[in-house]
Every structure is written in structure tokens, then in C-alpha cells.
């Protein structure tokens, strides 16, 4: 999904370039503490300046130093962050080599940063863009279309013990896919397969971090990792190339027919008024576009989709509490519309519940200051990265009472009704920079969890045991998935 930008250990460094390559990055690594991970934690005290070295608490507690190989170079950083901050407190700073990263880890910290100061720590290395691909009737007719596709296929597979991912990849890219290029696919389609193949190397690749983020200068050395990135972004954006160009071909001002052929509309029309600076849309922009469309829109839905369909069917009678609610208010002969939300609160607090406890993006994505400013008394210089741990906001049992329960009751009051949305529920991040997919995002999940939980009921295979809830510590810190798992579907008649 996102690419993630935190801490590397020795593993990565022998992974990428060899033990030579590391003593060339020690001279480098002026101040790290642990002599095998270019990384020095250090705890900051109020009003303590981020440069002023010498006063800094240092870190060496061979508990964390543990901690810190095993999780937060291994993988879920989030939560090592949550161990960091009952010892140190809610903001902590790590330093990476030379780059300063600070990791808010309570509610009021990370309002502080995002909310009542988001100019100051709104800054991103990548540039802004807005996700607005599709919206009300355009979204729930591909929404719908897609669907009876899948529901076709998965009904063919009654009673069998099956893993949904590829199907839920169908899905979700099926939606994207018509919106974007008017195209739906099959699941023996080449184009899919590629697709699909191009986004799990993709997560693979960020699942494993990559180290030219760390130490830009490597952006020299033909690494692995940055090599195997290229091709993946050659490929991906191959294909976006492809329907450009099928388009143009067919290309007719009075029928737009999806969003590819909106953006040549744009682009003429910026031709024609003679607009020949930066705001033209040169292909490059449009490829990038749809790139950013597909990178922000297809992984965080898919994984949120696998999250609902696995707490479902850990826990049938929220599940059959569901579908009861959508079939008083939706029946069975048509999908679940966007004019049946307010209907259906039950369905929108189980969504809400799903975001709570499968926090896909539990890092969010990292921000940068933009000037040298302060949080909550620390002093903090422009450029600093900033990790706002949205997992330990949905799981901190101060605010939740009993965030490992999952409970959609809590988003809803005695009668049923929505209370209104605590502040510490936030999947989208927050302030300017919150993700731009929000309402799309939404929209689209409970149109396809309705349409799902309205036709199927999803259960765990027996004698499996208690399915696993925990994030796949293979997604690594950047990415909250669960691990693979099978279900049995039957077909709610
Ligand atoms: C369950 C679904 C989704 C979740 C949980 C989610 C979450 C997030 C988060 C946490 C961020 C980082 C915000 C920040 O830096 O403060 C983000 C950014 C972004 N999201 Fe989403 N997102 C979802 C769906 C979508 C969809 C459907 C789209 C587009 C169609 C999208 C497009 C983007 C883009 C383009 C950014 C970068 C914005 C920027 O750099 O300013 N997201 N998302």
C-alpha cells in the first residue's frame, strides 16, 4: 500500500548491500547508539532542542534493544512504539542516521501536529494530490456491476473452504478498473493478473522498506530493492499508458465514458486555451494520476474488506445482526444503495469497528515539518518526519475501555442510534493532509460489505481453531493485514 519509511536493521543491511556497504554507512552513522543498527533512539525531555545531542536521555535497555531488532527493523513498528512511549511518554524521537523521525502516539499529540498545527507539520516528500475518482451514482452503479460478478462466483463455491484475497483484489480493482478505464476484468484476464501481480510485489517491496529513503544518497547504487521498484513502476505504468492511448483513439467530447477520458477532456481544453506552463496536463500527469488513484484506493479498501470479512466470521452473531438490519431495510432484491446508510447503523458502527481494530495504515503516512516549530514542548526543526501512530490511538484501552474486543455496539447508543464519532477514530489520519479518499473510501465499503453480508454467510472452516486477529507481521510497520485465511461461504437464501 503505502510506502513505509521507517528504521532499518543489520538484516536489511546485509539484505541490501553486503557487509561492505555497512562499514561505508557507519562513517555515516555519527550518532547511532547500537553499533549493528543504523539508529540511535533517544527519549526527548520538554523543551529540549532536537539538535542539542549531549542532553539527550540515550537508550540502551538490552530488553528494548531486543524489542527493536526483533519488531521495529522486523516488522511492526506501531506497536514497539506503543512499548517506547509507556516508558518515555506519548512523543518519542528516533533518529535515522541523520534524519530526525518523531512518533506521536496519543490522541492529543497527534491533534496537536495534524489539526492546530497543520501547516507546520503538513509537508510530504511526495506532492498532493486529490483521490476525487468517483462519487454517488457513478460509484454504486460499478460498485453494483462488479458485485453481481463476484457474487455469480462466489456462489459457484458454496460449502467449500476457500481464501477470498484474489476475489477481493477482483472486486475492489473491478470498481476502480471501470471508473478509471471503463474496463471490467475476469479472473483469467492477463491484464488483472498483472495488476495484481505488480501491487502484492509492490507491498512486498515496502514491506521490506526501502533503503534509499533512509540514505538518498544509495539512489546512486543499482541496488535490488530500487531496481525491482523501477520495474514494477515501468510495468504499472505501462498499462496505464496503454488505455491513455486506446482512448485517445476513441476519444469523442460528447460521450465521456470514465475518468481517463475526463482527463483528456482536461487536456484539450487546457490545449486549446493556449495553457503552456505548469498547470498543463502533460501525460506524465495523467499516468501519475491514475497511479495515485490506483496506490490510494485499491490496497487500503482490500484490506480493509479482508479485516471485515475475517471479524465477521470470527463472530457470527454480529454478523447475522448485520444482515438482519440490511434486510429490514434494503430486502433481497436489490444491493444495498448509498441512500440506505442512514438506515443501517448497525453496518456503518461494524465498518467504523473494522477500521478501529484493523487500522490498515497504522502509521499513517509520514508526515514532515515544514518549518521548525514545537509540539507539546518539544522543540522540533523543519525537515523532522513525523509518524503519527494511529494503531495506538484505536487501541488504547484509556479511550476504548476494551480496544481487543471487537464491538461495533460502541459506536452506537442505547437505542441503536450512532453516537457521534470519537475524536480518536481516525483510519484517514486528520488535518490537511487527511487522507482525500475519505468519502469515496467509505461509500465504497459499505456498498461491497453490504452486498456481501446481504447474499453470503461467511464462517470459519471447522475444527480451524480461533482464527488469528493480530496483523501479518509480514506487512511489516507501514501496513495492518491480516494473515491469510480461509472461510466457508454459504449463500443466504
Ligand atoms: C479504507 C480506506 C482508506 C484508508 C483507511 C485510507 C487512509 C489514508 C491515510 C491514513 C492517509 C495519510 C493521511 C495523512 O498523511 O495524514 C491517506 C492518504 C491518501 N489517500 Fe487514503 N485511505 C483510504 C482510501 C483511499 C481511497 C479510496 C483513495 C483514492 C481514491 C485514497 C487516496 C489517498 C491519497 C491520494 C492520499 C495521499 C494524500 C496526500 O498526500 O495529501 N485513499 N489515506
Known sequence: ?????????????????????????????????????????????????????????????????????????????????????????????????????????????????????????????????????????????????????????????????????????????????????????????????????????????????????????????????????????????????????????????????????????????????????????TDTHLRQIMSDIFAGGTDTTIMTLRWAILFLAAHPEIQEKGAAELDGAVGRDRLPELSDREATPYTEATIHEVMRMGSISPLSLPHATTADTTLRGYQIPKGTWIMPNLWALHHDPATWGDPDVFRPERFLDENGKPVPKPAALMPFSAGRRACPGEAVAKANIFLLLGGLVQNFRFRIPEGEGAPDLTPDEKAGGGASQPSPYKVVMTCRK
Do not use: W
Open 1 to 281: 500500500m503505502f510506502g513505509t519509511y521507517i528504521g532499518f536493521g543489520f538484516r536489511a543491511f546485509r539484505m541490501e548491500l553486503g557487509s561492505v556497504i555497512r562499514v561505508v554507512i557507519a562513517i555515516f552513522r555519527t550518532d547511532a547508539l547500537f553499533s549493528d543498527a543504523g539508529i540511535a533512539i533517544t527519549v526527548h525531555l520538554p523543551n529540549e532542542s532536537f539538535h542539542s545531542l549531549g542532553i539527550r536521555t540515550c537508550f540502551r535497555d538490552t530488553n528494548f534493544q531486543m524489542i527493536i531488532h526483533g519488531k521495529l527493523f522486523g516488522g511492526q513498528s506501531f506497536l514497539t512504539f506503543i512499548e517506547l512511549a509507556k516508558r518515555y511518554g506519548d512523543v518519542v524521537s528516533l533518529k535515522l542516521v541523520m534524519t530526525g523521525v518523531v512518533v506521536l502516539n496519543s490522541l492529543d499529540a497527534v491533534r496537536e501536529a495534524l489539526v492546530k498545527k497543520s501547516v507546520d507539520f503538513a509537508c510530504r516528500q511526495a506532492k498532493d494530490v486529490v483521490a476525487d475518482y468517483a462519487s454517488g451514482k457513478n460509484l454504486q452503479s460499478q460498485v453494483h456491476e462488479s458485485l453481481k460478478d463476484i457474487i455469480a462466483e462466489l456462489s459457484e463455491m458454496e460449502g467449500r473452504v476457500v481464501n477470498l484475497e484474489d476475489y477481493i483484489y477482483k472486486l475492489v480493482y473491478n470498481v476502480i478498473c471501470s471508473a478509471a478505464f471503463g474496463v471490467r476484468h475476469s479472473m483469467d484476464d492477463e491484464e488483472f493478473n498483472t495488476l495484481m501481480k505488480v501491487k502484492k510485489d509492490a507491498n512486498e517491496m515496502f514491506a521490506q522498506r526501502v533503503l534509499v529513503d533512509v540514505y538518498p544518497s544509495l539512489r546512486f547504487l543499482p541496488l535490488r530493492t530500487k531496481n525491482t521498484m523501477y520495474k514494477i513502476t515501468e510495468q504499472f505504468l505501462g498499462i496505464m499508458q496503454r488505455h491513455l492511448e486506446q482512448h485517445r483513439e476513441t476519444f469523442d467530447p460528447s460521450n465521456l465514458r470514465d475518468i481517463t477520458d475526463h482527463m483528456i477532456k482536461a487536456q484539450k481544453d487546457a490545449e486549446e486555451e493556449g495553457i503552456h506552463d505548469v498547470t498543463s496536463l
